[in-house]
């Protein structure tokens, strides 16, 4: 049964198609640990465990020993296998090295939720021949996740070039006048090609889950 | 042939599919109406003039005396006829009277990119039952964009309850502590219900623009 | 007597019919020990002890070894016992499991302040049929708070729902553009609905306090 | 008929116990007049014009003639009698001559939904003798109002002093560092006594009903 | 002789290199006209006038007839004949039309302070080709000064692809979340690439200034 | 009598030694006439309006003709002579010619609250010979009031320079990151000199009346 | 000699009166050793260091082994006896036990530099009766340092009641919207009495060397 | 060849004249060592590591252990002798000894860059005398680099002085207002001297990277 200090969203499914997440960040060990045994009986549904910290992810593989664990982008999925893939293409590309665990996070995500995915890291304006080396790549993608922090350039960029929607997905990569995230957001938001959905700064889980809705048949 | 002052991306239909749009905002009434005289020529792809001013939709006028004129959404397009409906369902929802403009200049953005779109006003939170009557439109939808200013809590509530993908449409609405719309825009990019894309304060363009494209077939 | 550093505020149940609150986090655990020296001699009125570290706990314990303490609350009163209930009903919900240790603050506040209280955690917007199944209990309440952080969308929905007014306390819950509560506590303070009184960030004692007030005979 | 760009919360009375009040605005005149029209046949529920500049005034006199309007306050009310005060006293004070205006949107706000009121003006801290003269008013009451802009000073100083919770309204009275009110909104927030409950700047609407909600028998 | 409300830097040009210019914003007619009625025994150092309104305008015109005068930019200049160029070639790029009069008022200021000087418009990264088809005129700049609004990205990429400085000059342009120009400087505070140098939002007058200085001899 | 929208601090004379100041800006015409009036019957103590638009000046010349009125720094004062001068020296310097509105408020402040004065204007630290000019003027100085917008600079280099306490004065004269004064009042926060004391933004009146203070004998 | 990553400003005693302090917040201890074993032979003025970390104290005490030293206040001073007091009275009053250190700091750097100190603690307006009961001593004092943190309402109260100058010390005590004490700074930016100086978060030397100054002879 | 998780721009050199530099702050160290690992191959361009923390560093020394470290400024360089100076000559001044770190990182960037450097250290403008005893060196300069925290109001004197550009390196050095370090950014931003280039928050990289474009000949 559930915990009484959870209330699992197991209607969740059934009624938008995707499954409940466990949110690991403002919780103890010890709520993860019951959160993990009540899904067990559960395992005709993917739970994904986001914001893991390893004692996070400690609690879980004692419940579920077999679940897969991701630990640079702090998930975990269990039963550990990804649906067989579906539906349209799913790009990630990561402005930076730095931003690379944000991008994973939102591609694991996506590939849980069933989509085909594919990453490129390592992309910035600053050497723009990287992004446009890519072009085939990224106008075969059903949606375009571009993860980037600093100057939050990138997104406008990827839009500009091809007709799939950009889901813009911020990091707190940088420092000073990056305010944490908050610089790379707003570029995002005043993007000036069209067709860039914003998502929270180190978001992978929201950007993926996204892409999989747009990417869906 | 083009004014000095304007570069016009004529190939963004061939590189993106969807065309370029005119930001009146910044721009003098004479500015516009030489972009508009210099589409003229275009009649093969629909031209979109936004956040036109009533001097600024003169000088269109002037120039495309047959183009089509909303001034509540502040949007002109030229040739005025959308193109036959194709791709999803597009659903724009409004949380109050108030965001009506914003949540017009999508759904006509929408249709005039090639989208099939419906339109509901006045359905926010604070009288649960308006948006609880609306599901049935709702789950039909490929996409629904969501308008709503001060608390903005709107869309993470449609969120939770279908399987599409939503577009949170931020609006100025309100006083104070709405911070010119700034509250609402940090609800949706905090949206507890996963699968809301956030794009600008009161960029109804910018709204409409991506729902096109994530319904589009 | 009094120590130096400190000059508590004794005459305050007689002006306001509510006792002092000792606010731990700014003071060395001597400190807080001369303060709970000096309340042991007046058992007639409760002391709470607020934002108590664990070495602040341990500090109030040595000198009143029979206090109540609550760990996840970060709270002490003494002496132990609670004032039998009177008044009208506090409803305390939290809108996910990381948003229980401030409701459990303003949950035990308004029982130390003397009013019967009821708890209901993980009843955010994202399953809204969670918060809909406990209509009933809010409908009992004469006032009801609500703790919830990220979009804090649910004292909007609450307090459209029922005549009671409804406190909300917004919480640190969440990242990046959550901005440590700030997104939460605006969401509140626009309220699409009437009926909304705003505390501070993770403000369960002041939560508490008000709610006590409010349903004072 | 309600009209196609508002959807009336005609239930809210019977939910909540307190009636739709219809925000001006952001309306143009003729939308606001449309709902006046609507409203006509329901006599049996007073409905509140808030925010109304004088065209809106003017729209809904001209479809309800015997309208009350307080022009100070921006509010219209229809029918124009205020029931039979019942319940607990509401007490409004003001800081200053310039946050009159808010002041008695509150009173006018909590006197339409039925209770007794009274209100005091230019009470400010900078001369305290003009609060501390009104302690025997303010012990009377069942809960206060406190409009402040600036420093927002004067509801901790009000808070301290009476058992009855303080309803904390800040003004956008003020300059420069005043931030439009964000200043006193946030003293407010922070108030070192407790008991003291926030609403949106220069909300006199939310004051108002929260007021007679918590002054209910 | 100097006016009593101003004391003229006169020693500017021989401490600096370069002369004062004069800040018209504050200031009334009368002291503009005042000024410039004391520079006119000056002919041998060039004054300019930045952020001219038409009644500034038309109060130093009166005093100096022959004044150079463009009202797009704000900026007057007297004597009105810029030095014959020297050092190297600056070039002033615009990211949209509506960049257009700060783009302006950098390029005519480097002139009016002895550089050779280019201007080219509405070259943003939306449309990227724009920008690549210049390579060759900006690889041949001795500095670029880049003004964009919005998204802010342009300067990044320019800076990427050249050896040059670049002068990122943000714009007021843009709504909402561009936070009156705050967005696109954040942007450009935290260029990915290097070798981008920032001035203040609007700020054509100091670009222009500071591409004087770097493309000197 | 006194009009019942206004409670005057009469008693502040007595209580502080300074008498009561009317803040025009937040009040009607007539509430300012009635306040005039009132004060008529006391021309034992000095009575100043501040912030006062022309229809406030109207006002108060009607009630009390022979006032005196300063237009640009928004003051009028009632009986008109200061008393004659006692104490230490005000100096009131400001940066630049667009500064002098907030520095006059000010000196005149200082003036008719009894202390001497005197005022210097344009010697912003860009030409940093024009301050140290005036360094025996500064050292004679009991209190030196520093009036500057944009950076703010020039309070840290004055205080640097004489044994006086400096009162820091941002004003609003400055655009885009200028934020409306907030950088000057951040500058002068944190002046790596010590001995700045800093007010509100524009806010001449309180920075005169802390200087009259200081420097009272 | 002075070590080559610091300049000592010795001259500043003969120029401002009053001598320079060490900032120890951004130095290594070695360079904090090195500054003291320069001042050494200087026993004839007194050198303060601020913001004395541990291992920042210890690398003084080892140069100057007679140094006095405060770990509260972060503080130390070298000769160890402060001048015999001379000016005017200077009353530093904390709000709360939390605000101690910052207020504890001013006071010693008022004594430091010449001046006869009271200090006053836990006196905040939530318990309005504790200011009250010192009015004697306030009316005493030349200048009145007043610290607070979270509303920052006391000192507006303080000012309303005495004719000397209030310096408002704001601190970083309190939690959410108090934000790290820019909520208490605004609030005393906007004090709605006449007559309070702002200084710094936090910065207890700012407020001690201007009240020493201020109550000089 | 290239990790994986690495793109680097190895075309720069040839296509800006300058080398790619590695941000080491948001990799791992096993990242960085890869990265080391990989440049080892081209001695041809000199590598900058940039914010390298003690576990950064050790592993590049790892992999290139004859390369330059420097561990106030957090990098390391690779091949570790800095190319023959050429070009003009830049001058970096510290306000503080607390903003030596930043300005080291300033000056070793620009003379791996390949320009001749000078360091000046603790000239802030609290003690005035100290950067003006520098003027023969600034006068030399072609390009000078201020850092400052605090009040960030060196640069704006200094560009007051000199024909040559400044380059205004904000630092994090402060408390309170300061904000981390905005408060000297909005300062900067704001210089009333025309002539002043700002950059990030601590970038001393970046100030370094553009002098030496500055004073390439
Ligand atoms: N990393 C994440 N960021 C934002 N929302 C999340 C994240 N992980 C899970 N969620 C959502 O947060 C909710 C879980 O919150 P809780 O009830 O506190 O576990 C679920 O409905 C998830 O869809
Ligand atoms: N002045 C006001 N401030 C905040 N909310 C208001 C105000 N006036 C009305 N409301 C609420 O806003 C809603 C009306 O919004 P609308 O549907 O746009 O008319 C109603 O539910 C009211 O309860
Ligand atoms: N706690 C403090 N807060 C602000 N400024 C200080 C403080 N302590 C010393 N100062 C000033 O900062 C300067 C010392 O900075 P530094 O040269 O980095 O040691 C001196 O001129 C002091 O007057
Ligand atoms: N300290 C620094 N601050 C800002 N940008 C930097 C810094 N160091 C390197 N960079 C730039 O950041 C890019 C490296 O980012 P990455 O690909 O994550 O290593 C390079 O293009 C550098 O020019
Ligand atoms: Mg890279
Ligand atoms: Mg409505
Ligand atoms: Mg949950
Ligand atoms: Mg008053
Ligand atoms: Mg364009
Ligand atoms: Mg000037
Ligand atoms: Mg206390
Ligand atoms: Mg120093």
Not at 46 to 67: C, G, K, M, S, Y
Not at 69 to 81: R, V
């Amino acid at each position: 049964g559930a915990p009484r200090y959870a209330e699992l969203d197991l209607e969740r499914t059934a009624r938008r198609g995707y499954p409940e997440a466990v949110y690991c960040a403002g919780k103890t060990a010890a709520q993860v640990a019951g959160i993990a045994a009540a899904v067990r009986g559960r395992p005709d549904v993917i739970t994904l465990f986001t914001r893991a910290q390893p004692e996070h992810a400690a609690a879980v593989l004692a419940e579920l020993p077999d679940a897969f664990h991701d630990a640079d982008a702090g998930l975990l999925a269990w039963p550990p296998t990804p649906p067989p893939p579906s539906g349209g293409l799913v790009v990630v590309a990561a402005a930076g090295t730095s931003d690379l665990s944000a991008a994973r996070e939102a591609e694991l995500t996506a590939r849980y939720l069933g989509r085909p995915t594919e990453l490129v890291v390592d992309v910035g304006v600053a050497g723009l021949h990287r992004i446009l080396g890519r072009l085939d790549l990224l106008r075969r993608a059903r949606v375009v996740v571009v993860a980037a922090g600093m100057d939050g350039a990138l997104p406008s960029v990827v839009a500009g070039l091809i007709p799939a929607p950009v889901i813009a997905l911020p990091t707190s990569v940088g420092y000073g006048a990056a305010l944490g995230g908050l610089a790379p957001l707003l570029t995002m938001l005043n993007a000036c090609a069209p067709g860039v959905a914003v998502v929270n700064i180190d978001n992978g889980y929201g950007a993926g889950h996204l892409a999989a809705q747009i990417a869906a048949d």
